[in-house]
């Protein structure tokens, strides 16, 4: 298993529904996560940052963390077509000196 | 304005050649770091440096070469050993040295193509 897998998707949702983005990790990484959106041709740009057990919620973004899964995700709620671009999981290695990313899982919000 | 720059955006290297490509920021942030994306992929580490004068291999360091003489600037050398250097370079800093947990600013990147 890798370190940090997403499905690189494309996932397509229509404008104002919820957006559900996934991810897993092994036990290679640490305990803390993050999600970057990346617009094509541009750099990421980090949502949230989540270090817990549970839910965190910034605006329209909650990032959910499960430690026992093994998962984190990322929800989008009342997604707008600006919200589509790839959608970056990334986590700390078990020294801390170094983020390791996922593919990144597409996601196409339709107007 | 404050940020990360990066220069050239576009680069083209003839097979064989060394080109050098430029990462500034004006934060004042310790720690700076080079990433590579390829598509479809996510971004892998190809050094960092957490302090002036010193840097450390990532992932994915041969073929690459950096320096650190100055807190604003980490230049990234990609070598004529690199065997497939086309990609996206990302550069990014963070405000302290407590490494990855501090929040990762991106320079807009540099497209790197070898002709």
């Known amino acids: 298993q890798k370190e940090v897998e997403q499905n690189s998707g494309p996932l397509s949702v229509p404008e104002g529904a919820i957006a559900s983005l996934n991810c897993t990790y092994s036990?290679?990484?640490?305990?803390?996560f993050f999600w970057y959106r990346q617009y094509s041709g541009k750099s990421p740009e980090l949502i949230m940052s989540?270090?817990?057990?549970g839910d965190k919620e910034d605006g329209r973004f909650t990032a959910q963390l499960n430690k026992a899964s093994q998962y984190v995700s990322l929800l989008i709620r009342d997604s707008q077509p600006s919200d589509s671009a790839t959608y970056l999981c990334?986590?700390?290695?078990?020294?801390?000196?170094?983020?390791?990313f996922g593919k990144g899982t597409t996601l196409s919000v339709s107007s | 304005d404050g940020g990360i720059t990066q220069s050239p955006k576009y680069l083209f290297r003839k097979e064989g050649q060394n080109v050098t490509l430029s990462c500034e920021q004006n934060?004042?942030?310790?720690?700076m770091y080079w990433y590579r994306q390829d598509p479809g992929q996510g971004l892998r580490l190809i050094y960092y440096?957490?302090?002036?004068?010193?840097?450390q291999k990532g992932d994915i360091a041969e073929g690459y070469s950096v320096s650190r003489e100055k807190k604003e600037s980490f230049p990234l050398t990609v070598t004529s050993a690199q065997k497939n250097p086309t990609a996206f370079y990302l550069c990014?800093?963070?405000?302290?040295?407590?490494?990855?947990?501090?929040?990762?600013?991106f320079g807009p990147g540099t497209r790197l193509t070898v002709l």
């Open positions: 440096s957490q302090i002036v004068n010193d840097f």
């Open positions: 990014a800093s963070t405000p302290g040295d407590t490494g990855f947990t501090d929040t990762q600013y």
């Open positions: 934060l004042n942030h310790d720690a």
């Open positions: 989540i270090y817990s057990n």
């Open positions: 036990d290679r990484v640490s305990q803390s």
């Open positions: 990334a986590a700390e290695n078990q020294a801390g000196t170094a983020l390791i």
